[in-house]
């Protein structure tokens, strides 16, 4: 029997001083963590706190300019407490007015999006009358980590203070730290709460009942009702989950549900006494499912349930809680569903008591509709494109790259994988499209403009499928203007027209001040922030001859386009995308059975002889949705249903790719031209002509490095599990070692559910390869006869790693859309190099021919270190040099690189564009002189 013995309130003494002088602090904070419990120290630096329950507890002391202290103590019963606190002097710190200053649009969009995450949603009641104070005192850093997880975290010259007028707290929250990425958010320190004061009794009345409702459902509200046993009374059902079959496919009923994949929780044995009086342990090693019927609560999970629904899983299989519901350790938590929307804004002191009845929020289906709103607003993208030159002639190539633009970053990685680059002429038809693969955010590609074309006021036209789900105005229009053969443009040189961040400092070098025709020039540039720090950036260098192309100060900017980031707001609010996001090249179509009727069925596709192959499921019209195909120009794709006994039934027709409508006003830049006599000439390299790349390579002669330490040329997984950490599992199996190191992949994969993307009526399985070779499965997987069966049988004595692949699972094609298990094997070999390929039997099967990447090309330019018999052809080049991804040290900050001059005295415009690791757009301009 759990009791509920309370014991006497004690205090807390001590005396807080200067750590490098021993010098007492007068009027420095101490207080309880998470309470409103606290005080100040008197003229001799001491303190004496009353009131305090025994119990484990944080105790924290600050001081302005100096470094926040905290330490974890056990208050004893009977047995007073002295603790003395030795505070160290921060170093120096810039004033407000000093902080203010640095602060930008860009900042402004990070506060933004810190706020969402730390105060709450912008859509939540509480959340409007929530305010930081002192939001001047946060720097904000985005980035990459070391194994390319994007990252957004926060440091803090000060605590923050927080006035929340909806509950009538003010929080003063010592922050240490705050990190976001895609697996989730980390923030602590230690916070204390300062009641306001009103003379008002409206207001008073009014904070009392938002402390009431801030405590309805939530974590808190469940552990008190759980160890007290009235679950019941307090509108609470729990359930745990339930073992079920492999094959089992959970379903959005709830009536379903339950009895199949979840059951009632029981509080037998599930409360347990803590190891003092007032604490207590809730032990269950299976996640919880809890259901809040106290209020109702529109969801997405189930279509017959109209309440909050929270999931809680408790890491160790149990915690410990105080009497009045409070985690002692948090960190043993996990939370998601409606109680992880709680933030700051709801946030309640550790010793505040609730009344004897609590009353809901007024929640409403439009302020659901408005938190989706924000969580799809997260989910936009949008591409900008940065062009070797601003206009073109007939049978010239547009060199481009794209950069991709995100209203979260932090979303990227699982966003679109393919953008699609049209032409338009001036009557608005698309005369052009191509598809090309996007890569960390960034594309590389070139559009031949045929030499027939009609010059002019053309545009270039950029989306994914995925961003059709959104306003048109998110497709990016940019202005392509073709001139005549006949006719130049007005140069109108501008210097300086750099839009970089002021607190960004961007150099470019070359070897010398002036260079003569067909000289070498070796060019460096440098990143740093204004301390001097070394900045990764990916930037795109185009260098072009000025009397050639003009200079168009009114071209788009990478900056420019970056305003689409900084004042985006949420869109409309869609129930079900009409557009999936595309990881690769895309098959969609319709299943008719031998009657010609629609029907569901297994879909198998085959792309070539095997080189990638899947299965998706066509639903009750027969459609059906298939992404991640890899391949360039274009490939053969067999598909068919198969039946029980493994034969092709049916037929497949494909279906056309919607193209979006021109929808936009199309751009022009109003150039200013004038005739010329002769016909611009346009420059093709020799093909008996040397020529340089983008990078010189040096070989130098070294090991071959086999193919099973580069991963079969697959790339770097998201994770690596060694023979010694093999070793260390004591005989677990391969999918037991994957589960417990990577949370959330088991052995059905990543089973991806974005928005438009679904896997089937089957069970999904990652795709296995054992030694190089794909394990060969049926289609649809057999149960007991998958990759993942087989590795089950492995012995994990013979293995030697397996690396697992997520986010980076693209490279494989459709067959790794859930996931990727690479084993090496002590057995094993090296791939085969002399192996018959596979033939594939295509009787049955209805055959399609479709379009792939259009592959992106060298930019080749003339090399003149050696004297050749075709350097005798005249150099009219107008772009000398081009490179669409050129990356900055990660230590140094710099990149170098090197090309030739043409034959013209002129002047070159180096132009450098591009964003750097935390997504600031940097440009930079300079002018190279170039005379006989």
């Known amino acids: 029997m759990v009791s509920f013995l309370t014991s006497p309130a004690q205090s807390i003494t001590g005396v807080v001083i200067d750590s490098a002088t021993g010098s007492p602090l007068p009027f420095a904070n101490v207080f309880v963590d998470n309470t409103t419990i606290g005080t100040v120290t008197d003229a001799d630096g001491k303190y004496a706190l009353k009131g305090v329950s025994p119990g484990k507890m944080t105790l924290a002391a600050s001081f302005v300019g100096y470094i926040t202290k905290s330490v974890s103590i056990d208050l004893k019963e009977g047995e007073p407490l002295q603790k003395d606190f030795s505070l160290t002097p921060q170093e120096k710190q810039l004033d407000e007015v000093e902080l203010t200053s640095r602060r930008d649009r860009k900042w402004e969009k990070q506060l933004e999006r810190f706020e969402e995450v730390f105060i709450g949603s912008r859509y939540d009641p509480l959340v409007n009358k929530t305010k930081i104070l002192n939001p001047w005192a946060i720097d904000f850093e985005e980035g990459k980590t070391s194994n390319g997880m994007r990252y957004f975290s926060a440091t803090f010259n000060q605590p923050l203070e927080i006035e929340n007028l909806a509950l009538g707290y003010k929080l003063i929250y010592h ?154 350790d948090p960190s043993d938590i996990v939370i998601s569903g409606h109680m992880a929307r709680a933030r700051v804004a709801h946030l309640l002191p550790h010793n505040y008591t609730p009344g004897d009845t609590v009353s809901a929020f007024s929640s409403t289906e439009e302020i659901m509709i408005a938190q989706q709103q924000y969580k799809q607003n997260s989910l936009r993208e949008k591409p900008h494109l940065i062009t070797d030159k601003p206009y073109y002639y007939p049978g010239e190539t547009i060199w481009f790259s794209g950069q991709m633009l995100y209203q ?80 130049t443009v007005v140069n109108t040189t501008v210097l300086g027209d750099k839009t970089t961040d002021p607190d960004l400092l961007i150099s470019i070098n070359t070897d010398k001040d002036r260079y003569r025709p067909r000289d070498k020039v070796q060019v460096s540039l440098t990143v740093m922030d204004t301390d001097g720090g070394a900045i990764t950036s990916n930037l795109t260098v185009s260098i072009t001859d000025t009397l050639r192309v003009a200079s ?137 002509v040397d020529y340089t790349l983008l990078n010189e390579v040096v070989v130098e002669s070294s090991k071959i490095e086999p193919l099973s330490e580069r991963n079969y040329g697959f790339g770097p997984g998201d994770k690596t599990f060694t023979q010694e950490d093999i070793q260390k599992s004591s005989g677990q199996g391969v999918m037991s070692i994957i589960e417990r190191g990577m949370p959330g992949f088991n052995r059905n994969g990543m089973y991806r559910k974005n928005y438009g993307t679904a896997r089937g009526n089957y069970y999904p399985t990652p795709l296995v390869i054992i030694d190089g070779q794909r394990f060969q499965e049926q289609a649809p997987p057999e149960p007991g006869n998958t990759g993942v069966d087989y590795l089950d049988r492995l012995n994990p004595a013979d293995i030697k790693s397996i690396t697992v692949y997520t986010y980076n699972a693209g490279v494989f094609g459709m067959a790794g859309f859930d996931g990727v298990i690479m084993v090496e094997t002590n057995l094993g070999g090296e791939r085969k190099q002399n192996e018959k390929p596979t033939i594939f039997n295509k009787d049955g099967f209805s055959l399609y021919t479709i379009k792939g990447y259009t592959p992106a090309q060298e930019f080749r330019a003339p090399n003149y270190s050696q004297r050749k018999e075709s350097h005798s052809e005249p150099d009219t080049r107008t772009t000398i040099y081009w490179n669409p991804s050129l990356v900055t040290d990660s230590e140094t900050g710099k990149a170098e690189f090197s090309f030739y001059a043409a034959d013209s005295p002129t002047v070159y415009r180096i132009v450098v564009e591009g964003m750097t690791e935390d997504n600031t757009p940097v440009r930079e301009v300079r002018y190279l002189q170039v005379s006989n």
Do not use: C
């Not at 191509?434 to 002019?456: D, H, M, R, W």
């Not at 900084?566 to 690769?584: A, D, R, V």
């Not at 049916?650 to 006599?677: D, F, I, R």
């Open 175 to 328: 922050l240490n730290v705050f990190s976001q990425t895609r697996n989730g958010t980390l923030y602590q320190g230690p916070v204390q709460f300062v009641e306001m004061d009103t003379l008002f009794e409206d207001l008073s009345k009014k904070w009392m009942e938002n402390r009431q409702k801030a405590y309805q459902s939530s974590l808190r509200h469940l552990f008190k009702s759980m160890i007290r046993n009235d679950l019941s009374a307090q509108h609470f059902d729990i359930y745990q989950s339930k073992s079920f079959a492999l094959t089992y496919i959970r379903t959005n009923s709830f009536d379903y549900e339950k009895g199949n994949s979840i059951e009632p929780f029981s509080l037998d044995r599930a409360i347990r006494p803590g190891q003092q009086i007032g604490e207590f342990k809730i032990v269950s090693s299976k996640r919880l499912e809890v259901h809040y019927t106290g209020m109702s609560w529109p969801n997405t999970y189930y279509h017959d349930v109209y309440h909050p629904i929270s999931w809680i899983t408790l890491k160790g299989g149990s915690t410990e809680v105080t009497s009045k519901g409070v985690p002692l």
């Open 552 to 688: 168009v100060p009114t071209s788009p900017t990478l900056q420019h386009a970056y305003n689409w980031v900084l004042n985006g707001k949420p869109t409309p609010y869609f129930t079900q995308p009409q557009h999936q996001i595309e990881y690769g090249i895309s098959v969609s179509g319709q299943f008719l059975n031998k009657k010609g009727e629609p029907e569901a069925a297994n879909i198998t596709i085959v792309q070539g002889e095997y080189e990638d192959y899947g299965v998706v499921a066509a639903d009750s019209t027969g459609k059906f949705w298939a992404s991640g195909l890899q391949f360039n120009d274009s490939s053969a794709i067999a598909m068919a249903a198969i039946n029980e006994k493994g034969r092709p039934h049916g037929s497949v027709v494909l279906a056309k790719q919607a193209v979006p409508e021109v929808k936009a006003q199309l751009t022009n830049l109003n150039l200013t031209v004038k005739e010329q006599e002769l016909p611009q000439p346009i420059f093709s390299l020799p093909t008996d």
């Open 408 to 487: 979260n970053a932090l979303m990227g990685d699982t966003l679109s994988r393919v953008l699609y680059v049209d032409v338009i002429n001036p009557f608005r038809q698309i005369v052009k499209t191509e598809a090309f693969p996007i890569e960390n955010g960034k594309v590389t590609g070139q559009l031949a403009l045929p030499s027939y074309i009609q010059a002019g006021d053309y545009n270039l036209r950029a989306y994914t499928r995925w961003m059709q789900n959104f306003p048109s105005s998110d497709i990016t229009y940019q202005p392509l203007p073709i001139i005549n053969l006949y006719e």
